[in-house]
């Protein structure tokens, strides 16, 4: 296919990927549109654009989620294309086919490769085909009967999954044949709410497991390539808090199986634009099995980048522009190691509440090993209504043990007054001996460092910080 300069980018989403975004098109010389609710008028990313174009109220449902709202902006400011970032709409087959349907160019793949991929049944039926195991489990079960049928054959503990699902919503461990009818019920009705699809599968639930992914980047013309593997184990009810490149704990052949089988089930899809394929690890068989596709930017792409030194949001306009991949497979190299951490604006010590409120002292680390992608500044209110995630701190350093370091220290200088983060849990994962050592799973934070950090010493660390910082 023919090439086609891109002059006016849609950035769909807001916050930290919102500025990324902004910055991606800037670089390539791109003027980039922001789309903004009410609450994010005077956002970065809305000082920082060409021009900004207000898609609704401040609730997601009557803005960032409406599709008809987006494609009208879109239209309206005579953009070539619509970039979705992650989150909100970015993973919905109907934005991606209303762009196509309007003339417009979705920065993703196309609504038949997200609709395959969003469906968690399909996408394992496909990972299957492509010669990748799947592990133990079911496609979609019909009934809570069904559901034990299933159970009893895997074995319990299981996992209760939400078929259209992502982001740990509609997820829930099941112990035991007396919790599966009450934690169907529930999982099935939360995926209904958050999906419009109440359909669960199950999956045997791996004890001593590490969550792996590998990062793949297609263009338009069949060339598929991939960014190596990151690691995401440090999990929160089976959301990650910290993430690292490339994952340390992979020996040499798995890396390899890991990264072929990711490439399977990409060329299987035709995948084109940036695309992430997790898997589950079992320790103890020393077994892998595929977990989903992610058909859209990842929150932690920022560690594959320092790494490897290629701009993946660059990358993905250009591949929405028709241009070929800008590298091959052969100058793919990783280089050092990377650790990223999400700062999220939430109470640890009430419970992870959400913690808006004014940004009174913003002053983040510097050095040229640290990355920061936020879209936080000083005086900045941060609104109640969306994901609490306000910054992401990046580090990189030429050992594992130097990049945990340096993150660690990083952590110690980033001056946040104003509202509460969860930069203590942060860093007491980082120096425990069990992430040193990288001896961890993805149960690890909440058996071993949560039950550690108890209010009265996240506390004093609070207070210990303030005295140091004068």
């Known amino acids: 296919m023919t090439a086609t300069r891109l002059g006016r980018v849609l950035v769909a989403n807001r916050g930290e990927i919102a500025v990324r975004i902004v910055r991606a098109c800037r670089d390539e010389d791109i003027e980039a549109i922001v789309a903004v609710s009410e609450a994010d008028v005077g956002s970065l990313a809305a000082q920082m654009a060409t021009d900004v174009v207000h898609i609704g109220p401040a609730g997601a449902g009557q803005s960032y989620l409406r599709v008809e709202q987006i494609v009208a902006a879109a239209i309206l400011t ?14 919905r087959p109907e934005l991606a086919d209303a762009c196509a349907a309007h003339g417009l160019i979705f920065v993703g793949p196309t609504g038949d490769t997200i609709r395959r991929g969003a469906d968690k049944v399909e996408a394992r039926r496909l990972a299957r085909d492509a010669g ?17 049928a299933v159970a009893d054959y895997v074995g319990y503990p299981i996992l209760l999954k939400a078929a259209a699902g992502g982001g740990g919503r509609g997820m829930v461990r099941v112990e035991g044949a007396g919790q599966l ?27 001593n497991a590490r969550h792996v992914e590998v990062q793949l980047l297609g263009d338009r013309l069949g060339n598929i390539v991939h960014l190596g593997d990151r690691d995401c184990s440090t999990q929160r009810r089976f959301q990650k808090l910290i993430e690292e490149a490339p994952a340390a704990s992979l020996p040499d052949d798995l890396r390899l199986r890991l990264a072929d089988a990711a490439l399977a089930i990409g060329r299987r899809l035709g995948y084109q634009g940036a695309g992430t394929v997790e898997f589950l690890v079992d320790l103890d ?9 992610n058909t859209r ?34 100058e793919v190299s990783i280089n050092g190691h990377a650790v990223e951490c999400r700062l999220n604006a939430e109470s640890v010590a009430d419970g992870f509440v959400p913690s808006p409120g004014t940004l009174t002292r913003w002053d983040p680390p510097r050095g040229d090993h640290i990355r920061v992608d936020s879209h936080g500044f000083l005086g ?33 200088d980033f001056a946040i007054e104003g509202i509460d983060t969860t930069r203590e849990l942060l860093a007491a994962a980082l120096s425990h001996d069990d992430f040193r050592n990288d001896t961890i ?14 209010p009265d010493r996240i506390t004093q660390h609070r207070i210990a910080e303030g005295v140091n910082r004068g």
């Open 78 to 91: 005579e953009c070539d294309a619509v970039h979705p970032g992650y989150g909100f709409l970015s993973e």
């Open 285 to 293: 068989r020393g077994e892998f099995s595929f977990l989903e596709i």
């Open 380 to 412: 900045y209110q941060i609104p109640p209504y969306y994901d609490s995630l306000i910054a992401k701190l990046i580090v990189i350093g030429a050992t594992r043990g130097e990049a945990i370091d340096r993150t660690v220290q990083a952590l110690a």
């Open 181 to 207: 009818a009450a934690r169907f019920a529930a999982a099935s009705r939360e995926a209904e709410a958050a999906f419009g699809d109440g359909r669960m599968y199950i999956e045997r639930f791996v004890e």
């Open 297 to 330: 930017l990842q929150v932690e792409h920022p560690v594959t980048e320092m790494v490897t030194g290629r701009d993946i949001v660059r990358e993905q306009l250009r591949i929405a522009s028709g241009a070929p991949l800008s590298f091959g497979q052969d």
């Open 132 to 148: 990748v195991p799947t592990g133990a489990g079911s496609d979609s079960v019909s009934g809570v009967d069904a559901a034990a």
């Open 441 to 454: 799973n993805t149960r690890w934070l909440e058996t071993t460092v949560l039950p550690a950090l108890s």
